[in-house]
């Protein structure tokens, strides 16, 4: 692995990010990453978070048009509660601050305490859960659906909505309705492995794929061998449009793992898109890469969001991020 030693390497990795951010603020020591001319007077701040290892999500999306700040925990761990209370109080303009939890326990449980500790500070405070995975009910992280994919659709849209001067209320019910109206499934080619054990955190034998993985390596559906993009993106499709009846047109999310490359997710789009066209369901806006990583796993998820006509104009209104942006 391209480290120093693995007890280092998250706050290496922020050391490196504010080098080549100016725009952002990173406290390496209490590990808060905060867009540097925060607080803006009059707007609703978002601050999400999660363990880190998923890069860019989520210290990749702060800045105009999507998060306030963004807490990192070290690798695929939560972060703790004094963070996040450090990063709504950075970013609070009194406005409120809207928590965007996916739904993993140590998330829920952190952001939630932090919550709390936040009002007791005269911060109001509104929390959305991102729970799209619709591999799996239950795993080994969490009670109910898994927050994956949606994650980056929540953030973009209630952004901009917090960015147009919209009020908690209204920024907290748009991150609801994108929520309710997303689903993912994911599929891993390979096994990831974390700096701290440097060897695959879960047996995925060559020639066999996992589908429905979860984005820390957790077990999905079932394993197969291996399968062709085409037949992927037939089995994860159906299985988002299983859950998801869209009668309006979709936002697509065509995310890698991270380390599959873009050669490969886009021919994967094709067969996405294919897909979608023999479903009949329209597609709005597409966007592929690397957004919601797991390490150096090997595979793929799809995000389907349904929009209507305001959510689309939040798609496109401007953001300015490290990993996101356009129309500034």
Known sequence: MLINVAETVVADALRGMAAAHPELTVD??????????????????????????????????VGPGMLSAACPGEV????????????????????????????????????????????DEGIQV??????????????????????????????????????????????????????????SFGVALSPCSTPAKGSPTFDLPAGELELGVGIHGEPGRERRPMMTSGEIADFAVHAVLEDLDPRNPVLVLVNGMGATPLLELYGFNAEVQRVLGERGVAVARTLVGNYVTSLDMAGASVTLCQIDEELLRLWDAPVRTPALRWGM
Do not use: C
């Open 28 to 61: 390496v020591e209490n590990r808060v990453v905060v867009r540097a001319d925060a607080p803006v007077a009059g707007k609703v701040a978002l601050v999400s978070g999660g363990g880190s290892g998923h890069e860019p999500l989520h210290g990749g999306f």
């Open 76 to 119: 695929f761990t939560s972060p703790v509660p004094d963070q996040m209370v450090r990063a709504a109080a950075a970013v609070d303009s009194g406005a409120g601050v809207l928590f965007v939890v996916k739904n993993y326990t140590g998330d829920v449980l952190n952001f939630d305490m932090a919550a709390e500790l936040a009002e």
């Open 126 to 183: 509104a929390k959305v859960l991102v729970n799209d995975d619709v591999a799996v009910t239950d795993s080994l992280y969490t009670a109910g659906r898994r927050g994956t994919g949606a994650t980056l659709f929540v953030e973009k849209l209630a952004g901009a909505a917090a960015e147009a001067g919209m009020p908690l209320e209204r920024v907290e019910a748009v991150a609801r309705r994108v929520n309710d109206n997303s689903r």
